[in-house]
């Protein structure tokens, strides 16, 4: 059994947290990232009439995008970073949702195969981010109208509590990552933790687990999604 320290923001976190529990581990939940809506302006979403598509690069962007939406976007194809991302959009009632494998290149790759040259892409994004899509498409002729919905607030510190059950470890803490963004989050929490214990992360790809290298071993997933986070974790 090993301790696992899951720091991504609630609600997934506590998602996470039971899958590692129901593989046997003893699990810590301590989010560091908090989600905030921002307030993108009147019309900042383009009408949907002038679009080709849609590109969610996390269930977080179709979550705050929702109130904004009309009708007709829903009606657009709608392009996913990944598997997660598209389920969302398919619960919020995109009828057409297509996952792509997990990072901004691919996600690329898809709307260039499925937009012809000339077409605009709808980003829903968050304030934070890393990559570039619209750098990423413009080769292809398409044009990407970035909006940003929301922002990952650092939560600064790990708990006390979740400190003191941890520093007793002398075998390493497993921290999966799920992006940079909460790699970068837990980074400074642990660089702030003089005594803290060994650890050893877990990150989704390699863009997510590069903050980390400084601090212990990365193990990158074979796949970037939880099923290869939980493949890396001991039998």
Do not use: N
């Not at 947290?17 to 979403?45: K, S, T």
């Not at 691919?106 to 890393?130: E, N, Q």
């Not at 933790?193 to 601090?215: N, V």
């Amino acid at each position: 059994m090993a301790h696992v320290l899951v720091t991504r923001p609630a609600p997934a976190a506590d998602r996470s947290a039971a899958r590692y529990r129901a593989a046997g581990h003893q699990v810590h939940v301590a989010p560091l990232l908090a989600f905030a809506l921002l307030d993108p302006g009147p019309d900042a979403l383009p009408p949907a009439e002038g679009l080709a598509a849609i590109a969610a690069t996390s269930a977080r962007g179709v979550e705050a995008a929702l109130p904004l939406l009309s009708p007709a976007h829903y009606a657009l194809p709608l392009h996913a970073v990944g598997e997660a991302t598209a389920q969302a959009a398919r619960v919020a009632g995109f009828a057409e949702a297509h996952a792509a494998d997990g990072d901004l290149p691919a996600l690329a790759t898809a709307l260039k195969a499925g937009i012809p040259a000339g077409g605009v892409v709808l980003h829903l994004a968050g304030r934070d981010r890393s990559g570039d899509l619209a750098g990423l498409l413009a080769p292809a002729g398409l044009a990407c109208r970035l909006v940003e919905l929301y922002a990952m607030e650092p939560i600064g510190s790990l708990p006390q509590e979740i400190r003191t059950a941890l520093s007793a470890q002398t075998e390493p803490v497993l921290a999966p990552v799920y992006s940079r963004r909460s790699a970068q989050a837990l980074a400074t929490a642990l660089a702030a933790w003089a005594d803290r214990p060994p650890f050893r992360f877990l990150a989704i790809s390699t863009e997510a687990g590069e903050p980390l290298a400084d601090l212990g071993p990365v193990e990158v997933a074979k796949t970037p999604d939880e099923a290869g986070l939980l493949a890396l974790l001991p039998g």
